[in-house]
């Protein structure tokens, strides 16, 4: 369209006026059609990639496999041979990503034996249950460890795959 004002000798704060762009934009164009002949840009290819699709193959079934890793253990383990930055590129790529772990407390038998006696201890005592007031539970620590991560697919935060299981401490 806008080589068609300009082969039409159409002042460029016109055609931009129409255009809804700067006049600049089209000045430019107009001096790059003038010398070429086209506006026309050549296709840019950019970096070739630095890693075969078997290796990027290689990497994805890895981290599927083992969703809790990192992204510089999954690199590590499969040579894959760049960075961890370009790890993590091709993972998300391929529509899996980092994200916070859902946490499960692993029961024992010890444990689920405590809660079923405690709840038939007091199942009958009404006295009992209208002085006790029930909230959220919140663990609290004092360690430094982070939040377990995990790879996975968008809204799948509670699959099976995707929990992490923690044993229960006490």
Known sequence: MVVGFLECKVLCREIARRMGVAATTISRLETKWETEHTVAREDIQGRPRSTTADQDDRLLEFVRENPFCSSNEARMECNFPVTRRTARRRICAAGLQSR???????????????CLAFAQTYLRKEDFWRK????????????????????????????RRCIYDRPMSG
Do not use: G, M, Q, W
């Not at 692993?106 to 405590?114: G, I, K, M, N, Y």
């Not at 790879?151 to 699959?159: A, E, Q």
């Open 100 to 114: 916070r772990a859902a946490i499960k407390e692993v029961l024992t038998e010890s444990h689920r034996a405590a």
């Open 132 to 159: 006790v007031i029930f909230s959220d539970e919140k663990t609290f620590s004092s360690t430094s460890s982070r939040p377990v991560r995990v790879y996975r697919p968008p809204n799948t935060r509670f699959d």
